[in-house]
């Protein structure tokens, strides 16, 4: 079983736009009024004659959006989106057109997929689409041209993170040339292109088949020639540009159209961008906030951060999919050994082995570096997803995997002390195909059995895919001799976990009923496991299950893929064969 095999998309999120005070009223306040008015008064000063009213109100609704419950909804329902939508069409003053920008992306951001459809049905992304076609014709960009565009490329990646509709128009708008023109443009600022690239990153994500990408892939023109061209210029491009040319590369078919090309220039950066290690900076900067406060130096170094952090995530999470992606297998080979050779493993088990205390340190002493430590745990689970999916493609194991399992264990222990379920879910993941990896390769991992008893608590009480995991791991390791006194603990969890779970016809749970049988072959086969079946009742629980199971699969054959629907099927078959086996035995 292959789980996590294909990588989440982890993009950056677009950084939300707090605006200076307004001396306006707040939800409540407004909402209150709306007793003896139309409506919110935001709204109606966003049809003011005056600019600086209008700039004023786009800016009060940028914070309420952040700060105020229930502000997305009053926002969305009212005219509130119909006017900043309009504004951004019609209004004369850049400054006004920005500033209601800004709203609509705190919008986009806190309202989600839903605030994001009615802003398609106010038809903001062709909105946006003009502006940025308007703009980037200029031969002669000012830097006030400059701002507008990058404002309106932020908003865009926020609306394709969450509306395909807003992909599908960007692709066939022609928005893909100006973002070329940006990425080797030598007067942008560097945020500027990088902004322009991982809107590019957004609306390739996955797209390698779909007919509007056709014209992407890489060929001695179009984006992928200067994306090549890009990453053929190494050092003297940032690192985090090159990191956005290798995502976009990657999403549009670089590893089976231009193989040479990702493994001689994606790779490496991938290489350099394991060097930067994120804590130690982190660390001094919130020290130098906390004896002298906030100052020059400390924002710039916080923005060389913030981008070296990103850079090293993208590159991450292109190296974690290019190891599971389809298609010719010569790739994986190439990347097998670049792996090996580099000792990526072990770097990216450096990198994973943060101490989550010193994060919730600085977060209790600097509220605002929170946004930083929380990208700083998100890099962190990249950085086990990676491995995952390496461990995956390998199938191995090395003189690395002491180091590794013993991180992962401090990591997990750590998740489950901090509540930090995804951390957990993709720590367990991680573990899960090591220790699958060892039993294969007949090496097994001597795994403790304060690990195992650990494991057995979220087995009992996780989540879905945590039971799934933890499951996974008792069937590998389950079987060793020294966990004979867990036995019992483990049968019991295996049954409780078939019986819950069939019972609740859940169909996204049924592959922990087809993991937990094969546990049960796999741990308890031997006869030195026989006398658990009496103490837990295994047996008749067992043959129990036969025609639960059967009743399961008639209910939902036609509700779950075929994968699952065989892999089900054949545990059924391998059950009434373990009862067989066993019942003699038993019984002697």
């Known amino acids: 079983l292959l789980r996590n095999t294909r990588m989440p998309k982890q993009r950056k999120r677009p950084k939300k736009l707090r605006h200076q005070p307004t001396g306006l009223p707040s939800l409540a306040e407004a909402t209150a009024e709306q007793n003896s008015a139309?409506?919110?008064?935001?709204?109606e000063q966003l049809c003011d004659p005056v600019p600086e009213q209008r700039e004023q109100a786009c800016n009060a609704l940028a914070n309420i959006v952040l700060e105020e419950a229930g502000a997305v909804e009053v926002i969305s329902t009212g005219r509130g989106a119909q006017l900043l939508v309009q504004v951004v069409e019609n209004e004369a003053l850049r400054t006004v057109r920005l500033a209601a920008m800004g709203a609509l992306h705190n919008l986009s951001i806190a309202g989600g997929v839903g605030a994001c459809e009615l802003l398609v049905r106010l038809n903001l992304p062709t909105t946006l689409l003009k502006a940025l076609a308007k703009e980037t014709a200029d031969t002669n960009l000012q830097e006030e041209?400059?701002?507008?565009?990058?404002?309106?490329?932020?908003?865009?990646?926020?609306?394709?993170?969450?509306?395909?509709?807003?992909?599908?128009?960007?692709?066939?708008?022609?928005?893909?040339?100006?973002?070329?023109?940006?990425?080797?443009?030598?007067?942008?600022?560097?945020?500027?292109?990088?902004?322009?690239?991982?809107?590019?990153?957004?609306?390739?994500?996955?797209?390698?088949?779909?007919?509007?990408?056709?014209?992407?892939?890489?060929?001695?023109?179009?984006?992928?020639?200067?994306?090549?061209?890009?990453?053929?210029?190494?050092?003297?491009?940032?690192?985090?540009?090159?990191?956005?040319?290798?995502?976009?590369?990657?999403?549009i078919g670089g590893w089976t159209k231009c193989p040479e090309i990702m493994q001689q220039a994606v790779l490496p950066i991938i290489?350099?961008?394991?060097?930067?290690?994120?804590?130690?900076?982190?660390?001094?900067?919130?020290?130098?906030?906390?004896?002298?406060?906030?100052?020059?130096?400390?924002?710039?170094?916080?923005?060389?951060?913030?981008?070296?952090?990103?850079?090293?995530?993208?590159?991450?999470?292109?190296?974690?999919?290019?190891?599971?992606s389809q298609g010719d297998d010569s790739h994986h080979i190439y990347i097998s050994k670049f792996v090996l050779s580099e000792r990526i493993i072990e770097r990216l088990a450096t990198r994973c082995a943060v101490d989550l205390s010193?994060?919730?340190?600085?977060?209790?002493?600097?509220?605002?570096?929170?946004?930083?430590?929380?990208?700083?745990?998100?890099?962190?689970?990249?950085?086990?997803?990676?491995?995952?999916?390496?461990?995956?493609?390998?199938?191995?194991?090395?003189?690395?995997?002491?180091?590794?399992?013993?991180?992962?264990?401090s990591l997990s222990n750590s998740a489950a002390t901090t509540k930090q379920w995804e951390l957990m879910d993709v720590t367990l993941s991680t573990m899960w195909t090591m220790v699958r990896n060892a039993a294969a390769a007949n090496t097994p991992i001597n795994v403790s059995s304060e690990v195992v008893e650990g494991v057995i608590k979220i087995a009992h009480g996780g989540t879905p895919d945590l039971r799934l995991s933890a499951i996974g791991i008792l069937g590998c390791v389950g079987a060793q001799k020294h966990l004979t006194p867990l036995a019992d603990s483990i049968m019991e969890v295996l049954l409780v976990s078939i019986q819950k779970t069939l019972a609740m016809h859940d169909t996204a749970s049924l592959m922990?009923?087809?993991?937990?049988?094969?546990?049960?072959?796999?741990?308890?086969?031997?006869?030195?496991?026989?006398?658990?079946?009496?103490?837990?009742?295994a047996l008749s629980r067992l043959q129990s299950f036969v025609g639960g199971l059967a009743t399961t699969l008639k209910a939902v054959m036609r509700h779950i893929d075929e994968e699952l629907l065989e892999r089900l099927d054949e545990s059924g078959t391998n059950l009434e064969r373990f009862i067989a086996y066993k019942a003699p035995l038993l019984n002697q």
């Open 145 to 251: 041209q400059l701002v507008e565009i990058q404002q309106i490329i932020v908003l865009l990646c926020s609306m394709c993170e969450n509306s395909e509709q807003t992909v599908e128009q960007v692709l066939n708008s022609g928005a893909v040339a100006p973002m070329m023109s940006l990425l080797i443009s030598p007067t942008a600022t560097l945020d500027l292109r990088t902004q322009g690239g991982e809107l590019l990153q957004v609306i390739t994500d996955g797209m390698e088949d779909h007919a509007a990408c056709q014209q992407l892939l890489p060929s001695s023109s179009g984006l992928g020639a200067t994306l090549v061209a890009l990453l053929n210029t190494a050092v003297s491009v940032p690192i985090q540009l090159r990191a956005v040319a290798a995502t976009i590369l990657a999403n």
């Open 512 to 537: 922990i009923v087809a993991e937990a049988l094969n546990a049960v072959f796999d741990v308890f086969a031997e006869d030195d496991r026989n006398a658990t079946f009496a103490r837990t009742n």
């Open 358 to 409: 010193v994060l919730e340190q600085i977060e209790a002493t600097i509220p605002n570096l929170k946004t930083a430590t929380d990208s700083l745990r998100s890099a962190v689970m990249t950085h086990i997803r990676c491995l995952g999916n390496i461990l995956v493609m390998l199938e191995v194991t090395g003189d690395w995997t002491p180091q590794v399992w013993q991180l992962m264990c």
């Open 38 to 43: 139309p409506e919110p008064v935001w709204f």
């Open 271 to 324: 290489g350099e961008a394991l060097l930067f290690d994120p804590l130690p900076p982190l660390v001094k900067i919130s020290t130098t906030i906390t004896e002298g406060g906030q100052n020059s130096t400390t924002v710039e170094e916080f923005k060389v951060w913030r981008t070296s952090v990103a850079a090293q995530t993208r590159c991450v999470e292109t190296l974690a999919n290019a190891c599971v």
